[in-house]
């Protein structure tokens, strides 16, 4: 989850994803399904858009690694969204980046590779504060062990700080809070 992508290995990443993307388009041309069209187009659009407020957060190891994360084979896949004031928080980059490197690792661990899996990061951000919410929706064969990595790190003084979590057989919440 930590790898270091070359200048090529990322444009070829980022080119196959817009090929597919073209593909679906071309498809739904053919079938005469515009509605569709605009919708995969609407997509796009706000997928470039949550790109663009990523990286304006000053966070650009974290942006890449969430950027980054479904191009490599995972028992998840990532969605996230960007929403309210864009703020610098280029102090947490690095905090914030091990802290996920890490509950990528350990989700990745705790999930049923069987299942549909999805998580969904929401960064919050306001001028005073940002809120990282993060949503798992899933299959967990191993709820103890996200549980009890979960309560350590809630308990103890660590960057950044889990505000609230609820572990469910399906579904996990988190929440991080920086002032």
């Not at 280029?90 to 509950?103: A, G, H, I, R």
Request: glycine share 2%; aromatic share 10%; charged share 25%.
């Amino acid at each position: 989850m930590n790898k270091n992508w070359s200048t090529i290995e990322v444009l070829k990443h980022t080119r196959h994803d817009w090929l597919n993307k073209i593909q679906l388009i071309k498809g739904n041309i053919s079938l005469n399904k515009m509605d569709r069209v605009k919708t995969i187009i609407e997509e796009i659009v706000i997928d470039a858009q949550n790109e663009t407020h990523l990286t304006n957060l000053q966070i650009p190891t974290f942006a890449a690694l969430i950027m980054t994360l479904n191009w490599e084979p995972h028992k998840y896949q990532l969605d996230y969204d960007v929403v309210g004031d864009i703020r610098n928080l280029s102090n947490y980059d690095t905090k914030l980046t091990e802290w996920c490197t890490q509950f990528f690792a350990i989700l990745e661990d705790a999930v049923d590779e069987m299942g549909e899996n999805h998580l969904s990061l929401t960064i919050d951000c306001s001028l005073e504060e940002t809120r990282f919410f993060f949503d798992f929706s899933g299959i967990l064969k191993d709820r103890e062990y996200l549980t009890n990595w979960l309560t350590t790190l809630s308990q103890s003084d660590q960057f950044p700080q889990i505000t609230e979590y609820k572990v469910h057989n399906k579904e996990v919440s988190i929440t991080i809070h920086i002032a």
